[in-house]
């Protein structure tokens, strides 16, 4: 089952990237995906599910968009035990927690990415606006992702029916 977690996560991932960079959409294209794909497959709080998982991302992730073969799957592999570590506590702060922790793990990996890049390939060491406003999207959208995928829609539903045949 984790598997399948797996790789449904991280093909929908490369699926929304793909799409957005070729729509040119303004905020979506700056998303990162396979983070949230990450998050997701380390909410199941299985270290090896979030850690493969986030490899996996990240290599697919480096072959679409960047010139470092493996800085991206380094990266989200290490983020990917991170969550895994602190998925329980941070599922029960909420949205809003969640928007914050994913939005720093985005910055993380952008430095995470910016010094593999340094150290291996001597590009220079800069975390710019779009990075930091990259992070933000991304964290934002994490957090939308959460409350919709938490939010209670069949009482809700249940709710409405109720007050309409009144």
Known sequence: MKALRVAISTLAAAGAT?????????????VDWFLLAVAYQAASASFIAATVGGALGGLIEDVLLHPLKGAHAFAKA?????????????????????????????????????????????????????????????????GLLYWAWRFPWKE???????????
């Open 18 to 30: 793909v799409l957005f960079a070729s729509l040119r959409a303004p905020l979506l294209s700056s």
């Open 78 to 142: 290490l983020l990917g035990y991170a969550f895994a570590l602190v998925a329980v506590r941070m599922v029960f702060g909420g949205a809003l927690v969640v928007a914050a922790t994913i939005a720093i793990a985005e910055l993380a990996n952008d430095v995470l990415v910016a010094a593999l890049g340094r150290l291996l390939l001597g590009t220079r060491f800069a975390i710019t606006s779009a990075d930091l406003g990259g992070s933000v999207v991304t964290g934002a959208v994490g």
């Open 156 to 166: 809700e539903w249940r709710r409405r029916q109720r007050r309409r045949l009144r």
